[in-house]
């Protein structure tokens, strides 16, 4: 058997056995695994708590504005067009809702946060569902037993993980975003191609971790420069990083046994689905270009590949934010609020695209980061949290955008735009 023959090998016996574990009878996913009733109670509940009146109003409004207060103590909120919970979020806090409702009586766990919102997080820990230990040696699964009831999260799983359940003899609810699982296959096709999976992502996080689990071979890359690194070393550039160097710096972003040399030379784009879906296209158009420039243009369909894996609902929201800060509306905007879980990946980028265009801009997580002394506690685009005192202009009429990230509910836009209502409501009056 040639070489490329075993390494694709590999990979087939991994899409093989994911779809083993995933046919097993105590593997619930997709579509409504559980008792019809119990989904339409869910879906009830679900429309109940994580409502917002004001978001409604403003979405219901066709300038998608409400106007709060009179004189110097008025606000206006704007809408984005687009925010807030995504189908797949959605999809994924009912099924793990509607498993505790199925399986009242059992132990359950969940290998991670279900989604990158506190809120949400908190109400699961409120129906006792236990989040798996993390520690420094991993995560603490020798506390699921037997016949306990594990929850596999919106990000997914590393195959590892999968494989250890299975063995475990537990049941699995899984809440795996299909854009997610459309990654997976996609980094399926490259490796059967005898390609090395290049993925844009954050090596740390749960989903770029599940994606390369599910891949032979792969690099992860975080942004331009990074990726500018790697074309440089596929072009040979002088000052390029040597194998010694490229290794050391991307050690926990490279498969095990990586050869840069070797699996530089066949590669294709993957992502994790939450990243910024300009700067994902920008990478493959560089990383096509320096295959173009060191092995020439007839070789180049052999030597690289790209799908689109980017998720509809974060490119559907990114535009959202651009049209509200640089639309034809941006420059009456006083500030934006970006509402969302401080490790959430698509909230993030809904806070660079402003900041980057010279707005200001405000990522937070929950109403309490605004406090009735005019601070706001937020998250800067390079992830430190910090801060702002009088952030808001209590003299005058002020006008705020408002979006959210795909993983947070209504609800907690609404305590948020409450806490601005009240600021103003409260300042003095010349």
């Not at 990000?155 to 459309?182: H, I, Y």
Request: with cysteine.
């Amino acid at each position: 058997m040639s070489a490329r023959m075993e390494e694709s090998s590999v990979m087939l016996d991994k899409r093989s056995e994911r779809r083993r574990i995933m046919s097993a009878p105590n593997f619930k996913r997709g579509g409504s695994p559980f008792d019809k009733d119990i989904h339409q109670d869910v879906a009830k509940k679900m429309s109940e708590k994580f409502k917002g009146e004001l978001v409604e109003q403003m979405r219901q409004s066709d300038l998608r504005e409400i106007v709060k207060g009179e004189g110097p103590r008025q606000v206006t909120f704007k809408l984005a067009k687009e925010y807030g919970f995504c189908w797949g979020v959605d999809r994924s806090i009912e099924l793990a809702w509607a498993a505790r409702e199925a399986y009242p009586d059992q132990t359950m766990h969940i290998t991670n946060e279900l989604i990158h919102n506190p809120a949400v997080n908190e109400m699961l820990e409120g129906m006792d569902v236990k989040f798996i230990e993390k520690t420094a040696e991993g995560k603490r699964f020798d506390t699921v037993k037997e016949g306990e009831v594990v929850i596999l999260p919106a990000f997914g799983a590393s195959l590892e993980e999968m494989q250890l359940l299975d063995k475990r003899g537990v049941t699995v609810v899984d809440t795996t975003c299909p854009w997610v699982s459309k990654v997976w296959t996609t980094v399926d096709k490259y490796t059967k191609a005898d390609r090395t999976s290049v993925i844009h992502g954050k090596w740390a996080h749960e989903e770029s971790i599940a994606t390369a689990s599910m891949c032979d071979h792969y690099i992860i890359v975080k942004d331009m420069d990074e990726a500018q690194e790697i074309a440089s070393y596929i072009m040979q550039e002088p000052g390029a990083l040597t194998d010694e160097q490229l290794l050391e710096k991307y050690k926990n972003a490279v498969s095990k046994g990586f050869d840069p040399k070797k699996h530089l030379r066949r590669i294709g784009i993957a992502n994790q689905t939450t990243m910024y879906k300009k700067e994902t296209q920008a990478i493959g158009r560089l990383l096509e270009k320096a295959m173009v420039a060191r092995y020439g243009p007839e070789e180049a369909a052999d030597n690289f590949a790209a799908f689109d894996t980017i998720c509809d609902a974060t490119q559907v929201r990114q535009d959202a934010i651009t049209e509200m800060t640089v639309g034809p509306d941006a420059d009456e905007l006083d500030l934006i609020l970006v509402v969302g879980g401080w490790d959430s990946s698509n909230t993030g980028h809904l806070l660079e695209i402003p900041i980057h265009n010279g707005k200001v801009a405000y990522h937070i997580n929950k109403g309490t980061c605004i406090t009735e002394d005019n601070t706001i506690t937020h998250r800067l685009v390079n992830g430190d949290v910090e801060t702002t005192k009088d952030f808001l202009p209590l003299d005058r009429p002020v006008r705020i955008g408002v979006t959210s990230g795909a993983s947070t509910p209504d609800s907690v836009v609404q305590e948020v735009l409450e806490r601005i209502v009240l600021l103003k409501s409260l300042a003095p009056v010349a």
